[in-house]
């Protein structure tokens, strides 16, 4: 029989404490991480120099919280800026999905902050997969971060939570949640809502509006989008009256491999063939939207409503996109190149390997940040851009991407093309 051990005494367990012992370090990682997930972003970084255990745990942590005017916390967000730039992106080059990601900033009211750093942040942490979202504004100097446009803000399969505290004017894109099929959450808490009509959502189940500012809501307008299926486009091909069908009866792959040479509005098309047509579009993981050519429609503003439905569809479905092709033959307009730009994003969140770009005209200004944002993207193809600003070719928040070809685009004054894992490149015509 095993002798039995005498429990410690008291004074050997002092002993242990005056020794300085690390007994939270024998602790399960999961016991760890939750401890973490309360420490602002900064401190949870700086455990990597308690013990050879803690080195790496930060590298893995799925929560975020970057926090700053505080009593113990940096005074303000231009502090922190650099920190949170380095981390965000080392997050999205790791792989690690996160759970919650918490932004808690006081903007000094005597300084002017680069709003469009703050619109990167939010989209690297929906290209990490985050399910919580929490964005405040402290202070009495909150203001609107957004562009005017009309297009959906918040791109993410993933996002189920979402807070928003402090803004100073809530524009429609913001509240507009089409391409977030699977948020359940939101609250809204002292946000000014005079000029939002809707809250756009299939997926919504809880909304919370707290504090609102005194003759901004109207309560009696505030209304949520009915439960109905976006509509695709009209069918115009009709299955064969005589004949016996022998296409459907090959597998799967063949069919798809078949559907990828289709422009998108043929491949929607088929599923008025037969029944074994009817729903194989939907998994279809190419997709090529042309306009301009001989047989297909002559201008962006032709087949734009067919995109975003389709686009967005994709999104819900969750299917990731092998290749996303645009081929639009129409000089650029603002309106059309906005609408562009949120194809292309919605393009990146359904995890596309393959993005080829071909798109008449001018390229707008960008905000100085990265314009391309994924951890799938491992080939781009630019084609007939009249300017490529500097941005559009800094590709650090795509830590994949090998391939990358330019064709027919003026470069102007471009001076550098920014990657750490690019292998093939190609510029011709330029």
């Known amino acids: 029989m ?21 007994h939270i370090s024998n602790l399960p990682d999961g016991v760890l991480q939750h401890i973490l997930s309360f420490l602002p972003a900064q401190d949870v970084v700086r455990t990597c120099l308690l013990a050879k255990r803690w080195r790496h745990m930060w590298e893995s942590t799925t929560v975020l919280r970057f926090v700053c005017g505080g009593l113990k916390e940096p005074g303000s967000v231009e502090e922190i800026k650099e920190f949170v730039d380095h981390l965000l992106r080392l997050r999205i080059r790791g792989g690690t999905p996160l759970d919650t990601c918490d932004f808690r900033f006081h903007l000094d009211e005597n300084k002017d902050f680069d709003m469009s750093r703050i619109v990167l942040w939010i989209r690297i942490s ?5 399910r919580v979202l929490q964005f405040i504004f402290v202070g009495d100097n909150y203001q609107d971060i957004l562009p005017q446009d009309d297009h959906p803000f918040f791109i993410s399969q993933y996002l189920k939570k979402l807070e928003l505290e402090n803004f100073n004017e809530m524009v429609p894109r913001f509240l507009d949640f089409s391409c977030c099929p699977f948020l359940e959450d939101l609250e809204i808490v002292y946000c000014a809502l005079a000029r939002p009509k809707l809250i756009s959502s ?4 809880r909304l919370t509006i707290k504090r609102v500012p005194d003759g901004i809501l109207d309560r009696t307008t505030g209304r949520m989008l009915p439960r109905k299926a976006p509509k695709i486009a009209s069918a ?4 064969p009256v005589e004949g016996r069908d022998h296409m459907s009866n090959l ?40 306009c301009g050519g001989l047989k297909e429609p002559g201008f962006v503003d032709e087949i734009q409503e067919f995109v975003d439905h389709l686009l967005r569809l994709r999104i819900h479905g969750g299917t990731p996109l092998d290749t996303c092709e645009f081929r639009l ?8 190149m906005a609408r562009f730009i949120l194809w292309i994003h919605i393009a990146l969140q359904c995890k596309v390997r393959v993005l080829r770009l071909n798109y008449s005209g001018q390229f707008p200004s960008l905000d100085g940040h990265p314009f391309f944002i994924s951890q799938y993207l491992k080939k781009l193809e630019l084609e007939g851009l009249d300017t490529l600003p500097n941005r559009l070719l800094d590709f650090s928040c795509c830590p994949n991407l090998e391939d990358l070809e330019v064709d027919d685009c003026n470069l102007g004054d471009l001076l550098l093309i920014s990657s750490q894992s690019l292998k093939h490149l190609t510029i011709q015509c330029c």
């Open 251 to 290: 597998p799967d792959g063949v069919l798809q491999h078949i559907l990828s040479f289709l422009p998108a509005q043929d491949v929607v098309r088929t599923c008025v063939l037969a029944k074994r047509w009817r729903h194989l579009w939907e998994s279809s993981t190419v997709l090529r939207f042309v």
């Open 329 to 336: 033959d129409e000089y650029c307009r603002t309106a059309a």
């Open 2 to 22: 095993l002798p039995q051990k005498a429990p410690k005494n008291a004074s050997a367990a002092a002993a242990d404490l005056v020794e300085g012992r690390d």
């Open 126 to 130: 929906l290209q990490c997969k985050v």
């Open 202 to 205: 299939q997926s919504l189940k």
């Open 236 to 239: 115009a091909a009709a299955a």
